[in-house]
C-alpha cells in the first residue's frame, strides 16, 4: 500500500497522460494524494497534489477553486517540509494570482507576489526546476496578457527546448511548449521578424508529433497553433476555419479557458483585417 501512492501518482504523469483524456487521470492523483498522506509516502502525496492543479488547470477549472486549492496544498508542502515542490508550486499559485487579479494589478506579467517573493527569483539561478516552472507558469500570464515579444524573445533566448528538458514527459513541458508556440507566432505577426517564426514553427512540431503520437490532450493545441500559422501566411479563410474548429473543441472538452483565449485570437484576426 505504502507503494501505491508513487506508482499511481508516476503512471498519471509520465504515462497516462500521453494516451489518456485528462479527466480520467483526476481520480488517481487525488487517490494518490491520499493514500501517500495515509501511509507517510508524503513525497508522492505533495507530487501528486501539484499535479492534479496542473492537470485540472489544463482541463479548465475555475481559477477561484484552483486558487484556493493550491493555497491548501502549499501549505501543507511547507508543513511536510517537501521544499522542492513547494518551491515549485508557487510561480503556479502566484500565476493564479496574477489571472485573477489579486497581484500585480499595475503590471499582470510581474510573477511577483504573495505567493512567490522576489527571492524566490533569486534562488532559481541555481535551481533548475524552479528555473523552469517560473519561465513555464510566468509564460501563462505573459500570453494571456498579450505580452507575446518578452515571452517570445525568452524562448529563442533559451531555445525550444529549455524546459521540456527539465520537465521530461510531464504535463508543465506541454503547456510551456503551447503557450510559447503562441506567442511567437503573435510577436512574429506582430513585428515581422523571422527569428520568431523560426521558433513557433519549431514548437508547433512539438505539438504536432505528440499529436501524432495520439495524445488527446493535445488536439485544441494543435488547432489553434495551425490557425496562427495560417493567419502568418495570409491564409484568412483556413485561419478562421481552424480558430473555430480550437474554439468548439475547445468548448465541448470544458477547458474554457482555451476556448476564450481562441476567440481571442479569432476576435484579433478579425480586427487585424479591417484595418
Known amino acids: 500500500e505504502r507503494l501505491k501512492s508513487y506508482v499511481m501518482m508516476t503512471c498519471s504523469i509520465f504515462i497516462f ?10 481520480p488517481s492523483l487525488l487517490e494518490a494524494y491520499h493514500l501517500g498522506l495515509r501511509f507517510g509516502d508524503t513525497e508522492s502525496a505533495c507530487g501528486a497534489s501539484l499535479h492534479y492543479i496542473i492537470l ?14 493550491m493555497a491548501v ?8 517540509d517537501k ?22 494589478m499595475n503590471d499582470a506579467t510581474c510573477l511577483v507576489g504573495d505567493a512567490l517573493p522576489p527571492e524566490g527569483h533569486s534562488e532559481a539561478a541555481n535551481e533548475p526546476f524552479l528555473w523552469a516552472a517560473i519561465i513555464t507558469f510566468g509564460g501563462i500570464v505573459k500570453t494571456f496578457f498579450g505580452d507575446h515579444v518578452t515571452q517570445a524573445d525568452e524562448m529563442v533566448s533559451h531555445g525550444p527546448n529549455c524546459t521540456t528538458k527539465i520537465f521530461v514527459s510531464s504535463p508543465s513541458g506541454v503547456i510551456d511548449v503551447f503557450m510559447k508556440g503562441m506567442s511567437c507566432f503573435a510577436a512574429a505577426r506582430e513585428t515581422g ?4 517564426m523560426k521558433v513557433a514553427k519549431q514548437l508547433r512540431a512539438k505539438i504536432k508529433k505528440w499529436s501524432t503520437a495520439k495524445n488527446p490532450n493535445v488536439k485544441r493545441y494543435e488547432l ?13 479563410k483556413k485561419a478562421i476555419k481552424l480558430y ?22 479569432l476576435r484579433g484576426f478579425y480586427f487585424n483585417l479591417r484595418k
Open 244 to 265: 473555430e474548429e480550437a474554439i468548439i473543441l475547445s468548448a465541448r472538452s470544458g477547458c474554457q479557458q482555451d476556448a476564450a483565449f481562441a476567440s481571442e485570437r
Open 17 to 26: 497522460f500521453w494516451s489518456k483524456p485528462i479527466n480520467t487521470l483526476l
Open 224 to 236: 489553434l497553433l495551425d490557425a496562427e500559422m495560417m493567419a502568418l501566411k495570409g491564409k484568412q
Open 56 to 69: 485540472k488547470y489544463m482541463n479548465g477549472s475555475s481559477l477561484e477553486i484552483l486558487e484556493s486549492e
Open 193 to 196: 521578424q523571422k527569428k520568431y
Open 73 to 80: 496544498f502549499v501549505g501543507q508542502m511547507k508543513e511536510l
Open 83 to 104: 521544499m522542492l515542490l513547494y518551491k515549485l508550486s508557487r510561480p503556479f499559485w502566484q500565476a493564479f494570482l496574477n489571472l485573477l487579479g489579486k497581484n500585480n
